[in-house]
Nanobody, 127 residues
């Protein structure tokens, strides 16, 4: 049973930074597009960034573009999300997942293409 594990969340003041990590013991992240998502209570899960498997191509939704950076360390089998200039509206539970349906990054994230959801990590941006 594949289980993604997100970590690195916490409480941060507006304008602050956090780095999230996405790991999947026993599953090779390097072979798949990995996406980052977030969800607040009462709202749909939102995909906002992903990174390609072979060429490292990336996609960012407008809501995070210029503030968040996705990267991967193949040697550590880990995907990261560096979040800078955080805003209160970034408060959510953050998840990562693998895209098993696509091999090329496109300027869109379709929730149904992703699988292997973890428990998520809470990010709270508040003063």
């Amino acid at each position: 049973q594949v289980q993604f594990v997100e970590s690195g969340g916490g409480l941060v003041q507006p304008g602050g930074s956090l780095r999230l990590s996405c790991a999947a013991p026993g599953f090779t992240l390097n072979n798949y597009i990995i996406g980052w998502f977030r969800q607040v209570p009462g709202k749909e899960r939102e995909g906002f960034s992903c990174i390609g498997s072979s060429d490292g191509s990336t996609y960012y939704a407008d809501s995070v573009k210029g503030r968040f950076t996705i990267s991967r360390d193949n040697a550590k089998n880990t995907v990261y999300l560096q979040m800078n200039s955080l805003k209160p509206e970034d408060t959510a539970v953050y998840y990562c997942a693998a895209n098993l349906m696509r091999s090329t990054v496109v300027p869109d994230i379709r929730l149904y293409e992703y699988t292997y959801w973890g428990q998520g990590t809470q990010v709270t941006v508040s003063s």
